[in-house]
Every structure is written in structure tokens, then in C-alpha cells.
Nanobody, 122 residues
Framework: VQLQASGGGLVQAGSSLRVSCVGT????????MAWFRQVPGKEREFVAA????????YYADSVKGRFTISRDNAKNTVYLQMNSLKLEDTAVYYC????????????????WGQGTQVTVSS
């Protein structure tokens, strides 16, 4: 499985942005998917995860109520809709697939995309 993230950019605080992650491989739709984010000098941080069907999603407390993860298995794509963006949401956002352990731990995913930069300005 290869993952390609896109959609990042520079936005103002309070605005919205949607990032996408396209996966290759016929098994994409069978994997839970997740978004993590990372700022320089800090560990990669869990943002959101979604099960294979899209019926169940989990969120970090810091984004709950503002971000929504979704997927379209017909397009092999997972999305992260980010609303009411804050300065502290600035980070490189990574998509990940196929956790072999905890869905909340970056080290327990088999596949990663290359990351897309999201910068929120005041």
C-alpha cells in the first residue's frame, strides 16, 4: 500500500481546510486509516482514525468537534475536514494505514504517506 497526502496549505485562523490521502492497492478498503500530525521537535501526534467501513471514528480531544475524518473506499481516499482552525493546528499532517496495535500510537501503523503541511496564521 502506498499513500499520497495532499491538500495542505496556508490558511487563517477560524477558517477550514480539507486534506486528502489517496491509497493504492485493492486491500485499501479493508484497513483502518488515521491522521497524525507533527511539529518540529515533537513526537507525531494522533489526530483521528476511522474503521474500514467509515462507520466508526475516533478523535483526539484537541480536535473533537472541529475535525471530521471520512473515507470513500470506491476512490481509495480518506479525508480530514478541518474547521475552526487554530494556530496550534499548524503541523505536517500524515495519513497512516493498517494499525497492528493501538490505533492511537504512531509506531503501530504499517503504512505512511509523505505528509502535507498545514499552516494556520493569525
Amino acid at each position: 500500500v502506498q499513500l499520497q497526502a495532499s491538500g495542505g496549505g496556508l490558511v487563517q485562523a477560524g477558517s477550514s481546510l480539507r486534506v486528502s490521502c489517496v491509497g493504492t492497492g485493492r486491500t485499501f478498503s479493508s484497513y483502518p486509516m488515521a491522521w497524525f500530525r507533527q511539529v518540529p521537535g515533537k513526537e507525531r501526534e494522533f489526530v483521528a482514525a476511522i474503521n474500514w467501513s467509515g462507520a466508526t471514528a475516533y478523535y483526539a480531544d484537541s480536535v473533537k468537534g472541529r475535525f471530521t475524518i471520512s473515507r470513500d473506499n470506491a476512490k481509495n481516499t480518506v479525508y480530514l475536514q478541518m474547521n475552526s482552525l487554530k494556530l496550534e493546528d499548524t503541523a505536517v499532517y500524515y495519513c497512516a494505514a493498517k494499525p497492528f496495535g493501538s490505533w492511537y500510537v504512531a509506531g503501530e501503523y504499517d503504512y505512511w504517506g509523505q505528509g502535507t503541511q498545514v499552516t494556520v496564521s493569525s
